[in-house]
């Protein structure tokens, strides 16, 4: 592994997504995800188990637990992760915003310790099985929206950001 990497126990305890991500930067691409688009600052894929027929993950390259780790100094992040998932979503044919959920999972109802904005379009195709998951509102999924409004409060010293999963 180059030494701009992270060592690998440091990755694997960071997570799957850390480690794809660097795989990405390695390998031009993992096997098991589909990059949909990518920049400097996120990656967007294919979710490996889709809960509608547009499902994509928009996660960032610098290692964020969660939705709570975020503080005001992140709304243009998280805005960011959106705009980066409704492009793919154009990308994909589906022009018509309203019919997409954007959100994020909150603690403990995280099965990936690394923020990512889930993109799901049409919502109304969501799977009966996976539903729940993704109801607006309540305890375990909060939109991006609702997330950005939220963060408005959320004084920048409050928490900290983790660290890097890739350098720069």
């Known amino acids: 592994m180059p030494s701009e990497f992270q060592s690998t126990d440091h990755m694997?305890?960071?997570g799957f997504f850390c480690l794809l991500l660097a795989e990405t930067?390695?390998?031009d691409q993992d096997e098991e995800?589909?990059?949909m688009k990518e920049n400097n600052e996120l990656v967007c894929f294919?979710?490996?188990d889709p809960a509608a027929p547009h499902h994509y993950l928009v996660v960032p390259k610098r290692h964020i637990?969660?939705?709570f780790s975020l503080h005001k100094g992140h709304i243009c992040l998280v805005e960011r992760m959106a705009e980066m998932g409704k492009a793919v979503l154009r990308e994909q044919g589906i022009t018509d915003?309203?019919?997409?959920?954007?959100g994020f999972h909150m603690p403990p109802y995280i099965s990936v310790g690394h923020l990512h904005l889930h993109v799901i379009a049409p919502a109304s195709q969501i799977s009966e099985y996976m539903g729940y998951k993704f109801i607006?509102?309540?305890e375990s999924f909060i939109t991006e929206e609702s997330l950005r409004k939220h963060l408005q409060y959320k004084?920048?010293?409050?928490q900290q950001c983790l660290g890097n999963c890739m350098s720069s």
């Not at 004084?155 to 409050?158: A, D, F, Q, V």
């Open 12 to 14: 694997q305890s960071l």
């Open 25 to 27: 930067k390695a390998n």
């Open 33 to 35: 995800a589909e990059i």
């Open 46 to 48: 294919k979710d490996i």
């Open 65 to 67: 637990y969660s939705c």
């Open 97 to 102: 915003m309203k019919v997409a959920r954007l």
């Open 136 to 138: 607006p509102g309540t």
């Open 155 to 158: 004084p920048s010293g409050s």
